[in-house]
C-alpha cells in the first residue's frame, strides 16, 4: 500500500529506516546529552504529559544534515500527503521518564472553526508527524498506542469520546527499533504508554504542516522551529523553505 493511501484509510504509514544508522546514532547521541544535561527539561514545553516532557530541539550538529530534513523518500510521501506546499512545523523530542505513566487519549493539532457545525471530517491532512525513536521502543519502555482509522473522527461536530474510539477503531503500538520511522496524521487519537524500565524513551517527532496551518501545541512559545541564521544559509535553496516558520526565515519589521 502507498503511503498516501495508509495515511488515508489508517492515519498512519510505516517507513522504515529512512536515515543511515550512523545518522541516527548521533541524533540519539546529542538528544541523550541535552536530555542529561537538563537543557531540553529547561525548554520543555507545558503539555499533559504524564510523566513524560516534550521539547523543542535546533537544527544543529546532526539534525541540520539534509539527509534527515530533506530525505528524499521522505518528501515524496509528504508530498503525496499534504500537496506541494508545507513547511516544517516543529522538531520536538518528546522524552518518557522512567516511572511515566499510561497518557490521556488526544490528537495533537485539533482545528475548531467555532460556531461553524459542519462536517470538518473530510478535509485531508493539514499537519502530519515523522516519529523517529532514538532508541529502541518496546511494549515495556512507553510505546505510542494510536486507533487506526480515528482521524477521520477528530473534525466530526461531536466527536467520539474514548470509549468509543477504542471500541470503534484497532489499537495499534508504535513500537519499533531505533531509527525505524512512522508518519502519522495530526488528527489520529492516540496516546503515550507507560515507560516500566530505568531508561528515558526519547523519541524524535519532525512534524510537518501545510503553510497555514499554526500548531496550537506550541502556542505558547516562540517558536518550534529554531534554526540560527548561519545554519539556515547552510540549507541548500530548493529545502529553505521547509524552515519558513523559522525566526531566521522571517524578516523583521520592527526592532
Ligand atoms: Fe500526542
Redesign the pocket.
Known sequence: MTVRAAMARDGFATLGRLFPGPLVRKMARDVRRRHDSGELRARALVRDVAGRYAAVVPFEGPFLDPRFYGNARLHAALGSVLGRDYCIGSLETVIAEPGAYR?HL???GPIRFAPYRGDLSRLPPYAATLYVPLCDVTEENGPTALWAGSHKTALLPRPPGDAAIRRRFREVRMAGRLGEAFLFDYRIF???MPNHTREPRPILALVFTRSWYRDPNIAEVSHGVQIGARALAKVPERLRRLFMLAPAARRTVWR
Open positions: 497518557q488526544h490528537i495533537d492516540h496516546r503515550g
